[in-house]
């Protein structure tokens, strides 16, 4: 068998089905985009809205050449790469090297605790890394040890999901504390927590303003505003 067959053939675990959808926040929001939401995540977030992506069993398993196809059917969609946190997957890698040979734009989104590979730094167009605030309530060690690779990456962002005014000068520790100070303001994003649009209503406005006045980018949640708390959207 050749390895061009062994990569069709694998497979891979998912917590949702394949879906095609619009971005729902960062820099690309409203985008069509095929949702690729791998399974298994240990950071653990007490308002994480995919809480079933944690542990098994997936969904449904597709074969590389099955997701290949799936987004051909979507032509001209970019792919958004989630969880989870698909960077504990050990089916990853492959993924993104045959995401990357069919020529897709990729986007990934993780929490920044496990550091990617050149490898990977290379083959991914754009990282939207969102490191957890207290609110998460998450452990010390699922907390980024360093953020420096996001210097070597093509389209860097930073992506905070924000319940209260006062976690933007939580964000600003957070820049200090992994030595992005000088992280450019414009690839700052924050995102309003809610499950639905009622949870997320409320905080548009106060946030919306805020977040420009120091210079942040501020994005609703596109598809919790449209969808509510649905999954496969």
């Not at 939401?37 to 992506?53: A, I, N, P, Q």
């Not at 989870?84 to 990853?92: C, D, K, M, V, Y």
């Not at 000088?182 to 309003?192: E, K």
Request: charged share 25%.
């Amino acid at each position: 068998m050749t390895k061009l067959k062994e990569k069709a053939d694998f497979r891979v675990s998912l917590a949702d089905p394949l879906f095609f959808s619009l971005q729902g926040e960062g820099a690309t929001i409203g985008r069509p985009s095929v949702f690729i939401r791998l399974m298994g995540c240990s950071v653990g977030c007490v308002w994480c809205d995919t809480k079933y992506s944690w542990s098994g069993p997936p969904v449904e398993e597709r074969s590389i050449a099955e997701i290949l196809g799936f987004c051909e059917e979507h032509e001209g969609a970019q792919v958004v790469v989630t969880g989870g946190e698909p960077l504990e997957s050990p089916q990853f890698p492959t993924l993104i090297k045959a995401l990357h040979a069919a020529g897709l734009r990729v986007e990934v989104e993780t929490a920044g605790h496990v550091p990617p590979s050149e490898d990977l730094l290379e083959r991914v167009d754009q990282w939207n890394v969102s490191p957890k605030l207290q609110s998460a309530q998450i452990p010390e060690e699922k907390q980024p040890t360093t953020l420096d690779w996001l210097r070597r990456t093509k389209e860097p962002y930073l992506k905070f999901v924000v319940h209260r005014a006062n976690e933007l000068d939580e964000i600003e520790s957070v820049l200090e504390k992994y030595g992005l100070g000088d992280f450019p303001r414009s690839r700052v994003i924050v995102s309003p927590g809610g499950k639905t649009r009622e949870q997320m209503e409320h905080r548009l406005f106060a946030l919306a303003e805020l977040s420009m006045n120091r210079g942040f980018r501020f994005t609703p949640r596109l598809h919790v505003m449209l969808w509510g708390d649905k999954r496969g959207v």
